[in-house]
C-alpha cells in the first residue's frame, strides 16, 4: 500500500497577517481551525508578517472558509494553497538571490 494512502495529502496553505509574535499566530490559527473542526495543522514557516501553515487535503477547504470568516483578534488573509512547499515558497518567500541561487551553477 502506498504511504500516501494511508496517512492522506497534504495541503499547504500561505497567508499573510498584521506584524506579530509566533505566539499569536497560533493562538489566533489554533482558535479559527479549531471552529471549523480542524484539529491537526502545523506552521511550517512564519517571519513575522507571512507564513505558511500545513493541513490535510479534506480539510484545505474549510481552514480557508474559517480563515476568511470575521472574528476577534489576529486576522490572517490566505494568499494560496498548493501541493507542494517549494511552490509556495517561490511564489512567495523568494528573495533575490544570485544567479546560483538553486546551487545547479557552475563556476567557470
Known amino acids: 500500500m502506498v504511504v500516501k494512502a494511508k496517512r492522506g495529502r497534504r495541503r499547504y ?14 493562538h489566533s490559527l489554533s482558535s479559527a481551525l ?6 491537526s495543522f502545523k506552521l511550517i514557516q512564519y517571519d513575522g508578517t507571512k507564513g505558511i ?11 480557508v472558509e474559517a480563515l476568511r470568516a470575521p472574528r476577534e483578534g489576529l486576522q490572517v488573509n490566505t494568499l494560496a494553497a498548493s501541493g507542494t512547499l517549494r511552490t509556495l515558497r517561490e511564489r512567495f518567500f523568494k528573495q533575490d538571490q544570485g544567479p546560483c541561487s538553486r546551487g545547479t551553477g557552475r563556476r567557470r
Open 53 to 63: 501553515f500545513r493541513v490535510r487535503g479534506e480539510h484545505q477547504k474549510a481552514a
Open 13 to 26: 496553505i500561505a497567508f499573510i497577517t498584521e506584524p506579530s509574535t509566533d505566539e499569536e499566530l497560533l
Open 34 to 39: 479549531r471552529g471549523a473542526g480542524i484539529t
